[in-house]
């Protein structure tokens, strides 16, 4: 089986004026389809410079990274972003939804990337906002909804292109403890019922101990990488193909084969979607892309042209529209 994600003795450092920072040092890490992984470790570890990696909103500075079987070397920036956003979602820690925008427009927003036109946008999104329980907020913003509920919204967005692998940075650390449980019951669920792999930060023992594998990175290396051996419950398999699916999720808690999350992408800055049902940018469609901004460890300095960028300043609705996606 192709991985859905592998890293190849990956190195990235870091260079901040006359300092180099090697976060990653030789690491080689494999993710199947299918696959429910907690990556833990110090602060300071290398945690999210790999899952950045992972999700090609960054570049190894050696070593191999391969994405649904392709080597992202290999790809322009361009594609990369294509890569991205077909076949990964993200969930961060503080949502990244767009303040001024609906939860509908939020969730629609990777499928404008992908030319979707908007009355299917705006259904498949409806569709996976009932994934996750929340048809009943279609128009709310950001600011109308409780956290756990915008996480939930960000889940929806991640999920709305049928990604293979959905990357959750801390998903549960701006929750209390009882909702965060209710997200993490979700992407189990979604781990369960749809295979869709889940590959999650985490500081809390307790999250990381529901992952039925934990791999413990120390000083940019991996020091252990655990798997539980005990059956999985439950009836689904992993999905098999690695392709991304384009049929639209349907509703209620358990979407039939072929519906389509895709994440991968995250708003764009300065919060207005496009309008319209063609992607931005012309030829270049950022597909997703994303860059972390101001708290992400590859803030600046990687995949330029990427288009869409998850900066610090997007969750919480400064600067945001209201206009539909
Ligand atoms: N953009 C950057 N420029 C320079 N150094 C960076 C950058 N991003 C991260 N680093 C450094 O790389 C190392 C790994 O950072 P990373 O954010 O991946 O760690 P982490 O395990 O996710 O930490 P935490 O648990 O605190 O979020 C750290 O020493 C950090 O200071």
Avoid: W
């Avoid at 498949?124 to 109308?144: I, K, M, Y």
């Avoid at 999350?261 to 300065?270: F, I, R, Y």
């Amino acid at each position: 089986m192709t991985p859905a994600l592998e890293a190849v003795d990956v190195t990235r450092t870091y260079r901040a004026g006359d300092t180099e920072v090697t976060a990653l040092r030789g690491v080689s890490l494999r993710i199947d389809e299918g696959e429910y992984v907690a990556v833990v470790g110090p602060s300071g570890s290398g945690k999210s410079t790999l899952m950045h990696l992972l999700g090609c909103l960054d570049r190894p500075t050696t070593g191999v990274l391969r994405v649904g079987g392709r080597d992202v070397a290999r790809l322009s920036d361009t594609e990369l972003a294509e890569l991205r956003n077909a076949r990964v979602g993200f969930v961060f820690q503080s949502f990244h939804l767009l303040g001024r925008t609906s939860a509908r427009d939020n969730v629609a927003l990777p499928l404008v990337y992908r030319g979707v036109p908007r009355a299917e946008r705006r259904r498949r999104a409806a569709e996976a906002l009932a994934t996750v329980g929340l048809s009943h907020r279609l128009d709310h913003r950001p600011g109308q909804l409780s956290g756990g509920e915008q996480q939930r919204v960000a889940i929806a967005r991640a999920l709305v292109g049928d990604p293979g692998v959905v990357l959750a940075d801390e998903p549960t650390g701006n929750l209390d403890t009882r909702t965060g449980d209710d997200v993490m019951a979700l992407l189990e669920r979604l781990n369960r019922d749809r295979g869709v792999a889940i590959v999650l930060v985490t500081h809390e023992p307790d999250v990381a101990a529901r992952a039925r594998r934990r791999v413990h990175l120390r000083d940019g290396m991996i020091e252990s990488d655990e798997r539980d051996t005990t059956p999985l419950q439950g009836p689904t398999p992993p999905r098999s193909d690695t392709q991304p699916r384009n049929d639209p999720p349907s509703g209620g808690d358990a979407p039939p084969e072929g519906d389509d999350p895709s994440g991968g992408d995250a708003p764009p800055e300065g919060d207005a979607p496009p309008e319209g049902d063609a992607p931005p940018g012309g030829d270049a469609p950022p597909g997703g892309g994303a860059s972390l901004g101001g708290d992400g460890p590859s803030g600046g300095d990687v995949l330029p042209g990427r288009g869409a960028s998850v900066g610090g300043d997007v969750p919480g609705g400064d600067g945001g529209s209201c206009e539909e996606v």
